[in-house]
């Protein structure tokens, strides 16, 4: 999927929204632990519920390789109903990739080609030949970890070098790479102030923003300083939506609770 058409995705639906489709089987209603596969049993009645309120949906790779090779079967039962069904749908596999020039080679065809992602996380600290294999593919995405949003993301990333903060010289380096029109770039919703400085470096790429929700992030702050003209963000809501209920109506609530955000995204929207 290009960038055109995730823009024209969200002017269409008036959302920016991302689901995270992080599973977690102690947490998934129990009536669904007869199914053949839970996982995906649960994730598709998430999407059917949600599709029509969301512009991305975003599987944390952790929570299906933790199962072994069922977790993986879900996954790729997940991603494949995506593409079949909804394929206006931008799709993350946030993996947190990140080696050395082949091996991510390797990890680019996996989630590339092999399971037909649109996108994928990749970390940056094994520098420009471990991220540019994944900027090779015409019209997939390499999301970049800038900025993210756990209690120890500053340790490293906010340290300063030469007066400027690590993950200044992420953005700022990584743009300068061979296709660096493919990068989004992960900046949490839990440092909004961070926002204004960032929009400095890299004013027109996408951001992910994780943390809005379960984590504390708000809306209205990352959208103040992170909004562009083509809204720029996608904003990731995991916990605070698929786990809004553990009873039957878990898929009926969880679109309740991403119908609020994406009222409050259409407001924001409205007034670009």
């Not at 920016?16 to 102690?26: A, Y």
């Not at 989630?111 to 997939?140: C, H, I, R």
């Not at 990731?236 to 939506?241: P, T």
Request: with cysteine; proline share 3%.
């Amino acid at each position: 999927m290009t960038t055109q058409e995730l823009i024209a995705q969200i002017k269409k639906k008036q959302s920016f929204l991302c689901i995270g489709l992080d599973v977690d089987m102690t947490k998934i209603p129990k009536h669904l632990l007869s199914c053949d596969d839970p996982i995906f049993e649960f994730n598709k009645q998430i999407i059917d519920a949600t599709h029509h309120l969301a512009v991305a949906y975003k599987p944390n790779t952790a929570f299906y390789e933790a199962y072994g090779i069922k977790g993986w079967q879900s996954l790729e039962k997940t991603i494949n109903y995506l593409n079949e069904k909804y394929p206006e749908i931008f799709t993350i596999a946030d993996a947190k990739r990140g080696d050395i020039g082949n091996t991510s080679t390797m990890y680019a065809k996996a989630f590339f080609e092999d399971l037909n992602f649109d996108s994928v996380t990749v970390a940056p600290y094994m520098g420009q030949d471990s991220v540019e294999p994944f900027l090779a593919f015409e019209d997939k995405t390499t999301i970049l970890l800038a900025l993210t949003s756990n209690k120890g993301g500053l340790d490293f990333q906010g340290l300063k070098t030469d007066q400027q903060e690590v993950y200044k010289h992420v953005l700022a380096t990584a743009i300068t790479w061979k296709n660096s029109q493919n990068l989004m770039f992960v900046v949490g919703a839990t440092k909004a102030e961070y926002f204004e400085d960032i929009r400095k470096i890299v004013p027109n790429h996408f951001l992910l923003v994780p943390g809005v929700g379960a984590q504390g992030g708000n809306l209205q702050e990352v959208c103040k300083y992170g909004i562009t003209k083509d809204c720029g963000l996608l904003i990731n809501s995991s916990r605070g939506i698929i786990y809004a209920s553990n009873q039957e109506d878990f898929a009926q609530s969880a679109a309740l609770k991403a119908k609020e955000l994406q009222l409050e995204m259409a407001d924001i929207l409205a007034a670009l």
